[in-house]
Structure formats: structure tokens, C-alpha cells
């Protein structure tokens, strides 16, 4: 029995100088929860990547953008500093996709090329001509 007691004494003097921090209790609790629940993980990651999906099919390219581009705005406005730091490590990452699209045939590249991060030109949907003018200009001289 005292050997039995040395060890439990070891075992809990070796857990007690153990100290996690909060990434690897973060991870822990992810992995349990995967494995307790599985459906609950895929749900709760499948339901807002379907919805996000449907949004962006439904809104379409250019809105998404535009309120991407005014939602930017408004964080910059916001944290200017915080910003500015994201902006470099975005233009910092599509340098670095730059460069291993330089490896790649250039019709693959025109299509996965990533916009100019450095500078932001303003422009919005509202600033842009209207596309119905056109086809209204030839309906009338038609």
C-alpha cells in the first residue's frame, strides 16, 4: 500500500506542474466536442457556410463586394491602426500566392489571382454607370 501511495503522490506532484494554456484547453474541449457530437460540429460549421453560400449566390458578385469594400471602410475608419496592419499581411500573403502562381500556365493564373491589396481605388456600385443605360440608348434609337 505505500508503494501504491508513492506513486499516486508522484503521478499528482507530476499533473500539478503541468500548465496548459488557453489554445490547448481550446483544442481539447474541439476534439471532445467532436467526438461526443460530431453532427453538432458538422451543423454548427455546415449551417453558416450554406447560408453564407446562399447569400452570395442570391446578393451576387458586385454587391458582395461593395459591402465588403464599405464594411472595410468602416472597420478603418474605426481602428485605423488594426487596419492597416491586416491590410499589410493581406498584401503580404497575395505577394506570396503571387509568386507560386508564377509557377503555374497563365490561363490558370488569370484565374486565380488575387486583387491589388496595396491600394484602395473608392469606387462603389453607386460611382459605376448604370449597365440598363446602354440597352435603354438602343431600345430608343431601335
Given at each position: 500500500?505505500?508503494?501504491?501511495?508513492?506513486?499516486t503522490?508522484?503521478i499528482?506532484?507530476?499533473?500539478?506542474?503541468i500548465?496548459?494554456?488557453?489554445?490547448?484547453v481550446?483544442?481539447?474541449?474541439l476534439?471532445?466536442?467532436?467526438i461526443?457530437k460530431?453532427?453538432?460540429?458538422?451543423?454548427?460549421?455546415?449551417?453558416?457556410?450554406v447560408l453564407a453560400?446562399?447569400?452570395?449566390?442570391?446578393?451576387?458578385h458586385?454587391?458582395?463586394?461593395e459591402?465588403?469594400?464599405?464594411?472595410?471602410?468602416?472597420?478603418?475608419?474605426?481602428r485605423?491602426?488594426?487596419?492597416?496592419?491586416?491590410?499589410a499581411k493581406?498584401?503580404?500573403l497575395?505577394?506570396?500566392?503571387?509568386m507560386l502562381?508564377?509557377h503555374?500556365?497563365?490561363?490558370?493564373?488569370?484565374?486565380l489571382?488575387?486583387?491589388?491589396?496595396?491600394?484602395?481605388?473608392?469606387?462603389?456600385?453607386?460611382?459605376a454607370?448604370d449597365?440598363?443605360?446602354r440597352l435603354a440608348?438602343?431600345?430608343?434609337?431601335?
Amino acid at each position: 500500500m505505500g508503494t501504491s501511495q508513492g506513486q499516486t503522490k508522484r503521478i499528482v506532484g507530476l499533473a500539478r506542474g503541468i500548465r496548459l494554456g488557453r489554445g490547448a484547453v481550446m483544442a481539447m474541449l474541439l476534439v471532445l466536442l467532436v467526438i461526443w457530437k460530431p453532427g453538432l460540429v458538422l451543423t454548427l460549421i455546415g449551417v453558416p457556410v450554406v447560408l453564407a453560400v446562399i447569400a452570395y449566390l442570391t446578393v451576387g458578385h458586385d454587391r458582395i463586394a461593395e459591402i465588403s469594400a464599405e464594411s472595410w471602410r468602416k472597420f478603418e475608419a474605426r481602428r485605423p491602426k488594426r487596419a492597416e496592419t491586416l491590410r499589410a499581411k493581406a498584401d503580404a500573403l497575395a505577394l506570396k500566392w503571387d509568386m507560386l502562381l508564377d509557377h503555374l500556365p497563365e490561363s490558370w493564373a488569370e484565374r486565380l489571382a488575387l486583387p491589388d491589396l496595396s491600394a484602395s481605388n473608392g469606387t462603389t456600385l453607386r460611382d459605376a454607370p448604370d449597365p440598363f443605360e446602354r440597352l435603354a440608348r438602343e431600345a430608343r434609337n431601335d
